[in-house]
């Protein structure tokens, strides 16, 4: 269970989250969604301890992690697929997936990679390819298996599906739910893509202006709701 309370973020003096709530249980899927600039990233941001100033609780199974540097969250379970994916560019496919055997804590088996090279058959075949030479949806799909392997109990997201062909947006949309479904790892998703949301996701929490104005089981995200926060 990740359980968020009365969370505060700033950047220096400025407030971008305020007073968020948020709770995700084990093996549930969390969409969070919102306009532009409503503090969705900075939210993932503070769960992984990579802001600068915060304040309120983060509990991952009842372990107050709020206090923790950010290697010791991922060691603790948390997985991380930022927006722009964040792999090294310079650095090979085999190199890149590496980086994620690193946040593994010893004490949770590794994940099979048999296993991650048949959700992503591609990075199978491109392993000497550098990062910066993939496309953005290989890229994408690079991010993700690098996060799997660092064996998390969950997975953050930022808008995994930002700027792929479409074609490619079903293939990630398509593991990301295999990664719920079948491996039972807790997703949290920023997305715009408020069907996807309602599809996959077993509940949302809408943010504006760094406040979590709505939330609750998925079946409650009316279009009324989605008109009102999301409509520029
Ligand atoms: N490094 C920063 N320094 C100062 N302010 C920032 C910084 N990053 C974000 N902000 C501000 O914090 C607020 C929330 O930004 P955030 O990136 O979390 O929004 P978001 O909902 O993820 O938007 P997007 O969908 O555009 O990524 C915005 O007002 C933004 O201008």
């Given amino acids: 269970m990740l359980e968020i309370s009365r969370l505060d973020a700033y950047y220096g003096n400025s407030r971008a989250l ?3 709530d948020i709770r995700v249980p084990d093996g549930g899927f969390l969409s969070i969604i919102g306009r532009n600039g409503v ?11 990579l802001m600068d100033r915060t304040r309120g609780s983060i509990r991952l199974d009842g372990v107050e992690i709020s206090g923790m540097p950010t290697y ?5 379970g948390i997985g991380y697929v930022p927006q ?17 055997t690193f ?3 010893e004490t949770r088996p590794p994940v ?16 000497g390819v550098r990062g910066g030479n993939l496309s953005g949806g290989q890229q994408q799909q690079l991010a ?9 109990r969950i997975i953050l997201l930022d808008e995994p599906t930002e700027g792929i062909q479409p074609n490619v947006v079903e293939q990630i949309e398509t593991v990301i739910r295999r990664l719920n ?4 790892i807790t997703i949290v998703l920023v997305d715009q893509d408020i069907a996807f949301a309602r599809s996959a996701s077993d509940s949302f929490a809408i943010i504006d202006k760094g406040r979590v104005v709505a939330g609750g089981p998925v079946s409650d995200l009316t279009d009324d709701l989605v008109n009102r926060h999301m409509a520029v």
């Fill in 103 to 105: 946040a593994r804590d």
């Fill in 144 to 152: 993700i298996a690098r996060a799997l392997l660092s064996s998390p």
């Fill in 72 to 76: 010791r969250r991922a060691r603790a």
């Fill in 112 to 127: 099979d990679e048999a296993f991650i090279f048949s959700l992503f058959p591609v990075l199978k075949e491109r392993l």
């Fill in 181 to 184: 479904k079948e491996l039972g």
């Fill in 39 to 49: 503090g969705k990233t900075t939210l993932l941001r503070a769960i992984l301890g």
């Fill in 18 to 20: 305020q007073n968020v």
């Fill in 84 to 100: 722009g994916r964040g792999i090294l560019p310079r650095f090979t496919v085999a190199e890149n997936l590496r980086m994620g």
